[in-house]
């Protein structure tokens, strides 16, 4: 039994953000086999299981980067942040006065004032052209009209209950991303990464999608040399390290595909489903087991 775990945006969706019937066909033809096939994305859980229900898919899943991880209808495990951590990452947000966004146990917040400092930096010349044509823009700036929001850290951490997985940054200012890249990096028990040119996304050390992966792995009883990831992002890197095979998709960036063990197709090509494919024929043959 072998173990998909399988990126989100830029991987499983295509830039029209659609997931395509090969790539449904493949994930089918996965399970009727007897393997698992998972969601590992940066996405929260809510948003993963909306997409999966416009395709009929019911598949395990880690959101918000494997913090947040779901099979069998039940939580495994959930990787939080903790106070002095959020604290400490709302307050370097702060000093930029950049659009950010925190993915919760009940939900995702955005700052209140997120319309406002995306039009200001929109604004400041400072945005390259580059990344007004880049897939994920419009998907990472926009704030839906029924978002929740927040005023300060202090304001949400007021709830006992509500737990914190990720912060999300959003930082079209490449001189504003290098300073906040520094500033993340040094909090004390923190993981930085990123799933696009623009963003940082903070999350507590053990909050990636190696762990994420690991949890599923183990919870099929599933050794890691049987596991497969396949993404695009540096947010992916953690379950590449961890999987016992690795895919980079043909749209990864040229240091994602150097530390993958095979390229596949872009995510507008059925990427998954001829990455799927390559290890399903090589389980064919005994000498080729991946």
Do not use: C
């Amino acid at each position: 039994m072998k173990l998909f775990a399988l990126d989100m945006d830029g991987t499983t969706l295509s830039s029209r953000n659609e997931i395509s019937p090969e790539n449904i066909e493949a994930i089918k033809k996965a399970q009727s086999l007897g393997h698992k096939v998972m969601v590992l994305s940066g996405r929260a859980p809510e948003s993963i299981q909306e997409v999966m229900g416009r395709y009929g898919l019911t598949l395990p899943i880690g959101g918000s980067n494997g913090t947040a991880v779901f099979a069998d209808g039940k939580l495994l495990e959930l990787t939080s942040l903790s106070d002095r951590q959020n604290q400490d990452i709302a307050e370097e947000a702060e000093k930029e006065a950049i659009p950010f966004k925190i993915y919760t146990n009940k939900g995702i917040y955005f700052h209140r004032e997120w319309p406002e400092r995306l039009k200001h930096v929109l604004s400041s010349g400072a945005v390259p052209e580059e990344y007004y044509v880049d897939e994920n823009f419009g998907k990472m700036t926009h704030m839906p009209d029924e978002s929740k929001t927040f005023d300060s850290i202090q304001s949400l951490l007021m709830d006992q209950e509500l737990k914190i997985q990720k912060f999300f940054m959003l930082v079209l200012d490449p001189v504003q991303k290098s300073r906040l890249l520094t500033a993340t990096k040094a909090i004390e028990g923190g993981y930085v990464t990123s799933s696009s040119s623009f963003n940082i996304e903070v999350m507590n050390i053990n909050g990636n999608k190696g762990n994420g992966l690991k949890i599923m792995a183990r919870y099929f009883n599933i050794p890691l040399e049987d596991t497969i990831a396949i993404g695009d992002q540096f947010n992916d890197v953690p379950m590449f390290e961890a999987a016992g095979f690795s895919v980079a998709m043909g749209n990864a960036v040229d240091e994602i595909k150097s530390k993958s063990d095979f390229v596949t197709l872009t995510n507008d090509e059925h990427g998954v489903a001829h990455a799927i494919e390559h290890v399903l024929n090589a389980l064919k043959v005994p000498e080729g087991l991946v």
